[in-house]
């Protein structure tokens, strides 16, 4: 697990250990570079966020982090995590926010969380889930893999195992569709990893997918039809949850988040990039925010 604190010392591991990441969040263990000063914590200039490693969360936390530094002298803290760590240090009051609450998905959590969190309004608007293949995978609905099975390996290759969509595939999908397949959790870069080898080798592959997400810009990709008796997924939105007393402590931060929001093709430009680009993860988000000034700088509270 990696804490970013200092630019530079910014390199992000794509891959963490839920135990890890876990030790970390609930206070059990500290970072490897430093422990967080209790003077953050008390701060109003203090910003301590987590998110989960899926593309879209990478991408504009790397950029809030960015803009809560550079325009705004706050000293910044994000932690990688699991789903389910990540809503515990938030609702333990240890991480000031969550980014990515797909709410149709992480409602067991939200329950768990009660009133020791709030929700900070939507960062975007318009998530699309469901099983993608490649386009020349010959078929085009979630049923007809009942058969097929064998031509995707006997498996989905799926993501973090705490993840909402995970949850939904073992628990309803795989029973409702009868499906005789097995889904392997591994994380989001694991995922995309080994769909961009199946592709490069024409072999059938399964995966869960969202959208906003880099791969669609990358590959020819299709998301199966649900069956209407038996949908699981709808459009939704990703909200930022903060701790209940974030108001209160650090209502300019607090603020900043409320105002946070990316379009579509904003969020897809900014992932592509960094997907794309061979240069830290910092440098890219920084000449993205540079290029996209009038973006940054509306979510930024006026005093």
């Known amino acids: 697990m990696k804490v970013t604190k200092n630019r530079n010392h910014r390199k992000i591991s794509l891959v963490l250990a839920?135990?890890?990441?876990?030790?970390?969040?609930?206070?059990?263990?500290?970072?490897?570079?430093?422990?967080?000063?209790?003077?953050?914590?008390?701060?109003?200039?203090?910003?301590?966020?987590?998110?989960?490693?899926?593309?879209?969360?990478?991408?504009?936390?790397?950029?809030?982090?960015?803009?809560?530094?550079?325009?705004?002298?706050?000293?910044?803290?994000?932690?990688?995590?699991?789903?389910?760590?990540a809503y515990i240090a938030v609702a333990d009051g240890k991480y000031d926010a969550y980014m990515e609450c797909w709410r149709d998905l992480h409602q067991d959590y939200l329950e768990n969380a009660g009133d020791r969190v709030i929700s900070l309004?939507?960062?975007?608007?318009?998530?699309?889930?469901?099983?993608?293949?490649?386009?020349?995978?010959?078929?085009?609905?979630?049923?007809?893999?009942?058969?097929?099975?064998?031509?995707?390996?006997g498996r989905i290759v799926g993501i973090d195992p705490g993840?909402?969509?995970?949850?939904?595939?073992?628990?309803?999908?795989?029973?409702?569709?009868?499906?005789?397949?097995?889904?392997?959790?591994?994380?989001?870069?694991?995922?995309?990893?080994?769909?961009?080898?199946?592709?490069?080798?024409?072999?059938?592959?399964?995966?869960?997918?969202?959208?906003?997400?880099?791969?669609?810009?990358?590959?020819?990709l299709k998301i199966l039809e649900q069956d209407p008796d038996k949908a699981i997924w709808k459009e939704g939105d990703i909200e930022i949850i903060g701790r209940h007393d974030i108001d209160e402590d650090k209502p300019e931060l607090a603020a900043?988040?409320?105002n946070m929001f990316v379009t579509d093709a904003q969020i897809?430009?900014?992932?592509?990039k960094i997907e794309e680009s061979e240069l830290p993860i910092e440098e890219v988000v920084s000449t993205w925010m540079d290029d996209n000034e009038d973006v940054v700088e509306a979510w930024i509270p006026k005093t």
């Open 121 to 153: 309004g939507n960062v975007y608007e318009g998530t699309v889930l469901g099983l993608a293949v490649p386009s020349y995978v010959t078929i085009d609905t979630i049923a007809e893999i009942k058969g097929n099975e064998d031509k995707f390996g």
């Open 268 to 272: 897809s430009d900014l992932m592509f």
């Open 18 to 85: 839920a135990t890890v990441a876990f030790g970390f969040l609930a206070g059990c263990g500290k970072s490897e570079e430093s422990a967080t000063p209790s003077s953050m914590a008390d701060s109003e200039k203090t910003a301590r966020l987590t998110y989960v490693n899926w593309a879209e969360g990478v991408a504009y936390t790397h950029l809030a982090e960015l803009v809560l530094e550079e325009k705004m002298g706050y000293d910044v803290e994000i932690t990688a995590a699991d789903v389910g760590p």
């Open 163 to 220: 993840a909402g969509m995970m949850k939904a595939i073992e628990a309803d999908l795989i029973p409702d569709y009868d499906l005789d397949i097995t889904l392997i959790p591994s994380s989001g870069p694991a995922m995309t990893a080994a769909l961009g080898k199946a592709i490069a080798e024409e072999e059938w592959i399964v995966v869960p997918s969202w959208k906003p997400h880099w791969m669609f810009g990358r590959w020819d």
């Open 256 to 258: 900043f988040l409320r």
